[in-house]
């Protein structure tokens, strides 16, 4: 949690530096890693990482699509998704000039999830032998947040992401919630 607090602390104080505007016109490329480590979870998981890494051509301007592949495990499952994903962002300096290095997103995906899980995790963590349940759906992902320009060509991103799958998942469940951190680049 502290992690947390010193980045958000770090991308206030960018904030008061003047940044020129970014360009996310036609033909621009996206690259974006973002995630979140937890290693202090509740008995009996140890640890939670969820990352996803994305890249991205604006088809039209402030508008991309492009692909994604997400990872989510713990000490006891693990999922991967891998889709399609399109992405709009919101340009606030039209209006507002103070604004420009920040800029709004939304985004989508459909993509392909496959997990597995020790089935007994619950019931006997105690258990020397372990069984393993694999299971595989369509996850559906919306995304909203926001991104910081450091430079035209780096961002910082905050967002807040929720997944919904045919089957159960993510950690034995069909939908996830998450707030994600991340880093985009342009070229």
């Known amino acids: 949690?502290?992690?947390?607090?010193?980045?958000?602390?770090?991308?206030?104080?960018?904030?008061a530096v003047k940044v020129s505007a970014q360009d996310l016109s036609r033909g621009r490329n996206e690259l974006g890693l973002a995630g979140i480590i937890r290693l202090d979870e509740p008995?009996?998981?140890?640890?939670?990482?969820?990352?996803?890494?994305?890249?991205g051509r604006f088809v039209r301007d402030k508008l991309q699509i492009g692909?994604?592949?997400?990872?989510?495990?713990?000490?006891?499952?693990?999922?991967?998704?891998v889709g399609p994903l399109v992405e709009y962002n919101f340009d606030l300096g039209?209006?507002?000039?103070?604004?420009?290095?920040w800029v709004p997103?939304?985004?989508?995906?459909?993509a392909l999830a496959t997990a597995?899980?020790?089935?007994?995790w619950a019931v006997d963590v105690e258990r020397a032998e372990t069984r393993a349940e694999s299971s595989s759906g369509v996850a559906i992902t919306g995304e909203t947040g926001i991104k910081r320009f450091l430079s035209d060509s780096?961002?910082?991103?905050?967002?807040?992401?929720?997944?919904?799958?045919?089957d159960d998942v993510f950690n034995g469940e069909s939908d996830a919630q998450n707030i994600?951190?991340?880093?985009?680049a342009y070229f």
């Open 1 to 15: 949690m502290r992690n947390v607090i010193r980045l958000m602390v770090a991308v206030v104080l960018v904030g």
């Open 67 to 81: 692909a994604i592949a997400t990872v989510f495990a713990t000490d006891v499952s693990w999922t991967l998704t």
């Open 105 to 110: 997103f939304v985004g989508a995906s459909v």
């Open 43 to 55: 008995a009996p998981l140890d640890y939670m990482v969820f990352m996803d890494a994305k890249y």
């Open 180 to 184: 994600l951190l991340g880093i985009r």
């Open 116 to 120: 597995e899980i020790d089935e007994d």
């Open 154 to 166: 780096v961002a910082l991103t905050a967002s807040f992401n929720f997944s919904w799958s045919s």
């Open 94 to 101: 039209n209006r507002w000039p103070r604004l420009t290095p």
